[in-house]
């Protein structure tokens, strides 16, 4: 689905955003928005002919964190328009998460060239994202043996994806359930607090914690995520109401 709004934003950003568009986010009163953007075609004129504030501390940045802020805030926008409201500044917590207008609760994310924003006005709700590059050589490596356990890994080869795809949807499912929790939680925890318990399913998989976060987040709580794939990247979301 795409909007007048995604028209305007894709004729703004002069290349740098494309292929906007809003997805089913299997939320209620929720709106997902994806993008592909090109960091190639980054320039900081951008923030200005998109309107998105950019904070004194991101000038100190890399050119790639700077692509990466401007496509999430971006998608913050367009997300905002899906909601019928007008665009609003999204400013940043000292944990680099996004600190929303009043009203409005959601998250962002970006990896190598694409973005996304799952937004809603129910701020009774944690909603957390996640994209990720579907993970091959060096990056996958790194996923089996630092973010998934034994038993994980031996789940990895069943399923309808190949094992890589797997793999890359079961450690964008935890960043997302991080991100989804740690408002709650108040605290960091690891890829260790959460573990897949069963092969990623086609359009959802669970994640079941191993350890109490908080009284409201015991151990064995399971959580139902949603997935979507791109010929190169994967995205997870969902959504707990909060305590």
Known sequence: MTTPFFSDLHADAHGF??????E???IPAAVLVT????????????FTQLGIFQPPSLSRAIPRR???FLAGRAMAQAAM???????????TTPSRAPLWPKGLSGSISHARGRCACLLSQDTGRSFGIDTEAIAEGR??????TQTLSQT???????????????????????????????????????????????????????????TNLTDNLPKGRRFDIHLSLTPTHVSTWLSVPNP
């Open 17 to 22: 955003l494309s292929d906007i568009a809003q």
């Open 24 to 26: 089913d986010s299997l």
């Open 35 to 46: 993008a592909s953007y090109d960091e190639t075609v980054f320039s900081d004129d951008l």
């Open 66 to 68: 700077r692509a990466e």
């Open 81 to 91: 328009a899906c909601l019928g409201l007008p665009p609003s500044p999204v400013d």
């Open 139 to 144: 990056p996958l490596d790194a996923i089996l």
């Open 152 to 210: 994980e890994r031996a789940l990895l080869t069943q399923g309808p994806y190949p094992a890589n795809i797997n793999a890359t949807l079961a450690f964008s499912a935890k960043e997302a359930l991080f991100k989804t929790l740690y408002p709650q939680v108040g605290h960091h925890f690891g890829f260790d607090a959460a573990n897949l318990t069963e092969p990623p399913h086609q359009n959802n998989l669970t994640l079941s914690l191993t």
